[in-house]
Every structure is written in C-alpha cells, then in structure tokens.
C-alpha cells in the first residue's frame, strides 16, 4: 500500500487541531512534536521526486519530434505520435511540457507563413516606438494593393495565434488539419490578395519588479527590544507561510506582468486596428472572412463599428 506525502502531512496536523478544538490533554506536546516532525521532512528533496524541474527544450529537436513530409508531429527515433502523459500522474507538469511545445509550434507555423506561403510579417501598432509593446500581422505582398479581391483570416480563441485554427490538431493530427496555411495557399492560387490577424497577441509579459516593502519596525520609535520580538515574529510566519506554498507549489514561476499592446488589447481592438490601417486602405473591391470561432464574435463586432 502507498501513502501520498499529503496524508502523510495533513493527517497528524488534522488530528492535531482537532484535538486543540476539543481541549485534548498534552496540547503543547502534540504541537511541539508536530512542529519537530514537519522540521525534519526535507521539502526540496521531496518535491524533486514528486515533480521534475519546468525545465523544457525550446526546439522541436530538443523535445525529440519532427513534422514529416505529411505534416505531421512524430518522434524522431520511434515515429511515435506525440504522447502527453510522457511523466505518469504528474499532470501539471506534463501540461507545462505540452505548453512549452506549443510555443515551439506557434513559432515554426509562423516560419512556414513566411516561407511557405511568402507572407510579410508587418508589426503594428503601425506607429509604435522602439520601446513599447508590439503585435504582428502576415500579409500577402499584394494585399493591399490587389484590385479584386482580399481575403482575411480571424482564427478563435485561446492559445492560438496567427497562421492556427487549433493547436490540439496541429500536435496530434497534422499541419493542415490545424493551421491556416490550406486556406492561404489556396487563395493565393485562385488570385487573392491574404492578410491573416493574429488577434490574441494582445500584450507582452515580462518580470514584475520586486518591491521592497518597509516593515514597521524599520521606521519606528518602539524600543529595541520589542522591534526585536516582533521581527523574530514575522520572520517566523514568513518561514511557515514560504514552507507551506513551496509545498503547494514547488515549481513557482516568476511574478509576471502583462503590458497590453496599444489598439490591439483585445480581438475586437485588435480586428478593428487592421481593418482601419490596412483592409480599408486595400485596393480590393471585395473583401472575403474567413472567421473560426471566436473570430466570428470579432468580426461581427467589425461590422457594427465599421458599417
């Protein structure tokens, strides 16, 4: 029989606060002993067995993987499908692994608009200065200036981004089940003229800087001696309350903030932005949506803003 290190924990603290509540004889003792016991486990080493480090290749080669020549994600040395629960009930982690190489695709997909599909990548905000955050668009090269017809490309929510319909189609059935590129391909071929939104880039994320925050004792007139106590006091909760969430969560990401990019921190911003920079300013006289999802919602807001 297995015993999971929660039941190992939280058994003796819930007996133990029971038995506070109820007034049980040697109070002080238990705690004492339940203090000692919880000193002696070594969390580090113990959430090293439970889950490995988030520490995760950033090329498909380094996950081991490839596309073949039918477009779809197979391991390098088995030919295998990708395969998520790589690391048995861990599934946070084998999640975050799922995460990272989602993130190698969005990037590989975004390198095949460019050479397969010869689309230009065009920053936006169309105006932005060195400094402040940025989105993207893909273009074709006569986008904007073909005189029949356009063709647009909304994908829906979520992790998606542009040249993507779904990225859960793209890692377990292939490229042109999951991304755009069909469609591009295709309306190039018949003579349209394609720009493809990229409608969740909708801020940048970067490290929340640390703020040192002055305890009361630093700035006060108490006597040394009680500072003294209550620093020992709070250094004390902090040591608790840091063993308790290292426990709840032993892999802690940094503090992130988002930095939303200016006239694109939404869809519908970001739908609206592109069709006043770029459809509206096309040659074409007619323009043609092709929306998934969400990127319905987007483009229905379009046409009650813009028509």
Known sequence: MSISLSSLILLPVWIS???????????????????????????????????????????LEGFEYAFNEKGQLRHIKTGEPFVFN????????????YEALGEIITKYVYELLEKDCNLKKISIPVDATE????????????????????MVLIHGSGVVRAGQWARRLIINEDLDSGTQI??????????????????????????KPKIHVQSSSESSDEPAEKRERKDKVSKE?????????????????????QLYIRENGSPEEHAVYVWDHFIAQ????????????????????LVLLRT
Not at 186 to 201: H, K, S, T
Not at 237 to 257: A, H, L, V, W
């Open 17 to 59: 606060m029971a038995q506070i509540q109820q007034g049980g004889p040697d109070e002080k003792e238990k705690t004492t002993a339940l203090k000692d016991l919880l000193s002696r486990i070594d969390l580090d080493e113990l959430m090293k067995k439970d889950e490995p480090p988030l520490d995760f290749p950033d090329t």
């Open 86 to 97: 790589y690391q048995e009930d861990l599934h946070r982690w084998n999640q975050k692994r």
């Open 131 to 150: 400094s402040e955050p940025k989105s993207f668009i893909f273009m074709s090269e006569d986008a904007l200036t073909n005189p029949q017809k356009l």
């Open 182 to 207: 069909p469609f591009i391909k295709r309306a190039m071929d018949e003579g349209y003229g394609v720009i493809v939104l990229n409608p969740n880039e909708n801020y940048i994320e970067v490290e």
């Open 237 to 257: 909760t902090k040591k608790r309350r840091d063993f308790y969430e290292k426990y709840r969560n032993p892999q802690r990401e940094k503090e992130m903030m």
């Open 282 to 301: 096309s040659a074409a006289e007619n323009v043609f949506f092709v929306a998934h999802s969400y990127g319905g919602l987007a483009f229905v807001e």
